[in-house]
């Protein structure tokens, strides 16, 4: 998605951002914003999980920003 123009951000957590740096940039496309969320994040209580989210919510509304604008 993000070769044809619209701006895409992915989501990792902790665990997986290694990899998925990786594979952003055997794609192609190694500039890739990636939100990153902790890891793991299946113990945690509903609201650790809720708070969780809306920070990530927060980091992809200014990634998606820094992409339209860069």
């Known amino acids: 998605?993000?070769?044809?123009?619209?701006?895409?951000?992915?989501i990792c957590s902790t665990a997986f951002t290694t990899?998925?740096?990786?594979?952003?940039?055997a794609l192609g496309n190694s500039e890739l914003p990636?939100?990153?969320?902790p890891h793991p994040f299946g113990l945690r209580s509903?609201?650790?999980?809720?708070?969780?989210?809306?920070?990530c919510v927060d980091?992809?509304?200014?990634l998606?920003?820094?992409a339209?604008?860069?």
Do not use: C, H
């Open 19 to 25: 990899l998925g740096r990786a594979q952003a940039s």
């Open 64 to 66: 998606v920003s820094e």
């Open 34 to 37: 990636i939100a990153v969320v």
């Open 59 to 62: 980091d992809i509304v200014k």
């Open 68 to 70: 339209k604008s860069g």
């Open 46 to 55: 509903r609201d650790e999980v809720r708070q969780m989210a809306n920070k």
């Open 1 to 10: 998605m993000a070769k044809r123009g619209p701006a895409a951000v992915t």
